[in-house]
């Protein structure tokens, strides 16, 4: 989505990362969750500067490499890249086993059980100068400030995610979707 990657390309940080997740060539592999979504919800509140990343969470799919020891490595791989952040890196292949839900199919699958419709976005580099942004639910309820209720998960986590979180004391706007 062409709004998403115009905002990407004005933070250094965020491409920075996106360049050293690219370079690990992962399939299936994406930058989700807060990268993306508190980037827009910055740029719906206008906010000059933009809210610090509380961690990368790098997401993968490969059913062939369960291996939580891989994970470690990639995050200690990108750690050593980028010191500054606090990479967290996960097979979407195995965490339906984490979550009690069937297994997932691919990234993006993994992606529509995720609590908020929200946080259900993700992008990456695909080549030079190109990047894809994908997402569960579509974008229109990012980019009209909502958080809204994933029904395959309880309601009770969405409202403490949403209270633990503090983003509607971060970003005042946003509104929580009927």
Request: with cysteine; hydrophobic share 40%; aromatic share 12%.
């Amino acid at each position: 989505m062409k709004a998403i990657v115009d905002l990407i390309r004005k933070d250094p940080i965020r491409l920075e990362a996106l360049e050293c997740v690219y370079q690990l060539e992962l399939p299936q592999c994406y930058i989700a969750a807060g990268f993306v979504r508190n980037l827009v919800w910055d740029s719906l509140h206008h906010n000059v500067t933009l809210t610090p990343l509380n961690d990368i969470d790098v997401i993968f799919f490969d059913a062939d490499c369960l291996d939580s020891d891989y994970e470690k490595l990639l995050e200690l791989k990108l750690s050593e890249q980028m010191p500054q952040l606090n990479w967290q890196v996960k097979n979407q292949a195995k965490m339906h086993l984490q979550n009690g839900d069937n297994p997932y199919q691919s990234t993006l699958d993994a992606m529509s059980y995720w609590p908020e419709k929200e946080t259900a976005v993700a992008v990456r580099k695909v080549e030079n100068d190109r990047y894809e942004c994908i997402s569960a639910f579509g974008f229109e309820s990012l980019f009209q400030g909502f958080i809204t209720h994933n029904p395959k998960r309880a309601y009770g986590t969405f409202e403490n995610r949403v209270k633990s979180k503090g983003w509607l004391a971060m970003w005042p706007n946003l509104r929580i979707a009927p």
